[in-house]
């Protein structure tokens, strides 16, 4: 039985059974960079994915690490260790899919012969999973001796360090896999599989028999990342207008700290020393107004602009409370769920701003000047974070974020541009409870109600109040925020019953 999963994103609805994608391919690939990122960009468009790395069970069932030895194809007991655990890590991926609410698994490994793909095929066939594999090829030396340098001198497997000794050791390590590596062919044993492949880092691909749309969304993303240096620069638009009245949305002019800013970061923009640095605003005027300044070409996207706050547009968050306290109580719930009434929430902003992702992983520099909830989204997709976080991430205005895409992450580098401004950062509020009222004994007409008990939706905790005084009457539902003068019950984050 699938377990049910209370909070289903767009997303969820694409893949209409679990999904197994198979790496495959030789040693210092890119494998195992393309899991991790595939799978953080799963995650942040609200498909539930998670990586099994092959490697990982194997250094857990053999504690140190000899030589490449052990993966000769002819070392029988180094196989059977290497095939064990290949199965306790399916295992693992059945367990995810089935029970865990896991909707796509990432199996990081080298699968490079027909055996092991028949084994695995074989495994999601029994447990009606679909397989899309992902083959990395790449007969660049330069760009395996870089791969090798870079992660596998950093690996458990190499705990001295010694850069000639791993070089050394990893070469031979790839001949043993060459000796029985099976590449898929479209055109003979392969033709009814899934799969990509892709070809020298990105130079080409090959495509064939794609199933679904969440497959074509994998295929269409690894045809857009690349691994070529370069950086990301976030800001927000320096200070309004409507920032100094605490105001949501709108489209206010620059304040004239916000203004100072634009020139501020004109000054830094020019210390970069970016030839080809291309600039990126929403159509709303303080971006504009900020990138204004620089003093270079830049492209306006309406994609980028803030989160539409429907009927909150330009009311600050005392305002909603007085006025939409229902409103104002249900978004400090689930901050990424919730929708404002004509306007949307983060899960919406996020399917909005996929296109932009896709351009950033395949462009060279860029300046993206934008705004808090857009900052939120597209920082929460480079640092890998979940949605319960990702409302609550700290962008302050007048600083810039660099970043810069490392081997499995990325490198985060902030710069204050020393120019004050006001802090429209709200934090994670205590977790709110609704309240369900129960009275007893049931008066007729009286307003004094002399026994009165309630219990909380949330966390159903029970609380007793002596001769609550119902002026409005006796409520049989549940009581949203500040009505019959009860005030919303907040417990701490980490309370439980």
């Known amino acids: ?63 140190s690490y000899k030589s490449y030895d052990f993966f000769r194809h002819d070392n029988e007991e180094a196989m059977k260790i290497r095939t064990q655990c290949a199965l306790v890590a399916l295992q693992d991926v059945k367990t995810y899919l089935s029970k865990e609410g896991g909707q796509i698994a990432v199996f990081d490994a080298t699968n490079t012969t027909r055996e092991r793909r028949a084994l695995i095929l074989n495994f999601a066939q029994e447990n009606s999973f679909k397989v899309f594999f992902v083959e990395s090829v790449c007969d660049d030396p330069e760009v395996i001796a870089e791969n090798i340098m870079e992660v596998k001198v950093s690996s458990p497997d190499y705990p001295e360090r010694d850069r000639e000794l791993v070089m050394d050791d990893f070469l031979k390590r790839i001949e043993c896999y060459k000796v029985t590596y099976e590449p898929l062919e479209p055109d003979e044993h392969d033709m009814n599989l899934s799969f990509i492949k892709v070809i020298n880092v990105g130079r080409r691909f090959l495509v064939n028999k794609v199933q679904d749309s969440i497959q074509s969304k994998i295929v269409y993303y690894l045809m857009n990342i690349h691994v070529h240096t370069h950086s990301i ?51 709303l005027k303080p971006t504009i107004q900020t990138a204004e300044e620089l003093g270079v070409p830049y492209e306006q996207w309406k994609i980028l602009n803030e989160i539409d706050a429907g009927v909150c ?105 020393k120019v004050e401004a006001v802090n429209t950062h709200r934090d994670r509020p205590l977790v709110s409870c609704f309240l369900y009222k129960k009275v007893r004994p049931s008066p007729s007409a009286s307003l004094k109600i002399k026994y009165v008990f309630l219990r909380c939706v949330t966390c159903q905790d029970r609380i007793d109040l002596l001769g609550a005084d119902l002026s409005l009457g006796i409520p049989t539902k549940i009581i949203p925020y500040d009505i019959y003068l009860l005030k919303k019950v907040r417990r701490s984050p980490s309370y439980t019953k």
């Open 233 to 283: 620069y976030l800001c927000r638009h320096g200070e309004s207008l409507h920032n100094l009245e605490g105001r949501l949305g709108g489209d206010s002019g620059l304040s004239e700290r916000g203004k100072k800013f634009a020139v501020e970061l004109k000054a830094f923009v020019n210390e970069q020393n970016l030839s080809d640095l291309k600039v990126w605003t929403s159509q």
């Open 313 to 417: 547009e330009e009311m600050t968050y005392a305002m909603i409370e007085e006025k939409y306290p229902e409103e104002f109580a249900m978004r400090d719930e689930d901050k990424y769920h919730y929708r404002y009434p004509g306007g949307e929430s983060y899960q919406d902003l996020v399917q909005r701003l996929e296109p932009v992702i896709m351009e950033l992983e395949r462009q060279g520099n860029v300046l993206v000047i934008c705004h808090q909830a857009v900052m939120r989204c597209l920082l929460a997709y480079f640092l890998d974070k979940g949605a319960d976080d990702l409302p609550y991430m700290k962008c302050p205005l007048h600083t810039v974020l660099k970043l810069t895409p490392v081997a499995y992450g990325c490198k985060v580098e902030m710069f204050d541009l």
């Open 1 to 63: 039985m699938r377990p049910n999963i209370t909070e289903k994103t767009w997303a969820y609805y694409m893949t209409n059974s679990p999904l197994l994608i198979v790496l495959v391919g030789l040693p210092a690939r890119g494998k195992t960079y393309i899991s991790k990122k595939l799978t953080r960009y799963l995650n942040w468009i609200g498909v539930p994915t998670k990586v099994f790395n092959l490697g990982a069970y194997r250094r857990e069932a053999v504690q």
